[in-house]
């Protein structure tokens, strides 16, 4: 069993920066893919970003914005956002899970509880 939660978001200008951070409990956090995913009120939850033992993958919109990183010592799992864009307002969840289908929301066996990040204009 793996409790993750996060925590970093809130409110920032357009062109701005903020660092998200997910702390997971649990002996094997290396072991897992880890994935930040965002969602909005009516829509589906979107990947953001997903980090294993030796790769990273990006969302094409966040591709030079957002960079991932994990530091296994600290079981934590960070996303680094800058040049923030209205659009990239949603909660921000944290995900883990033993999956090579690292898009893809089901594919994840654990969830944060979100945090939530407003870019204003």
């Known amino acids: ?8 978001g809130g409110l920032v ?16 956090f290396s072991r897992y ?3 930040w995913f965002r969602q909005v009120p009516g829509k589906e939850r979107e990947f ?16 030079g914005r957002f960079t991932i990183s994990r530091d296994n010592a600290k079981n934590t799992v960070y ?6 864009k209205p659009e990239d307002t949603a909660v921000y969840y944290c995900a883990a ?6 898009t893809i ?10 945090t939530q990040v407003t870019v204003s204009s």
């Open 1 to 8: 069993q793996v409790q993750l939660v996060e925590s970093g």
């Open 33 to 35: 893919t880890m994935g």
């Open 79 to 84: 996303l680094q956002m800058n040049n923030l």
């Open 105 to 114: 929301p089901s594919k994840y066996d654990y969830w944060g509880q979100g």
């Open 13 to 28: 200008q357009a062109g701005g920066s903020l660092r998200l951070s997910c702390a997971a409990s649990g002996r094997t």
């Open 97 to 102: 899970g033993s999956t090579t289908g690292w």
């Open 48 to 63: 953001v970003a997903a980090i294993n033992w030796v790769s990273t993958a990006y969302a094409d919109s966040v591709k």
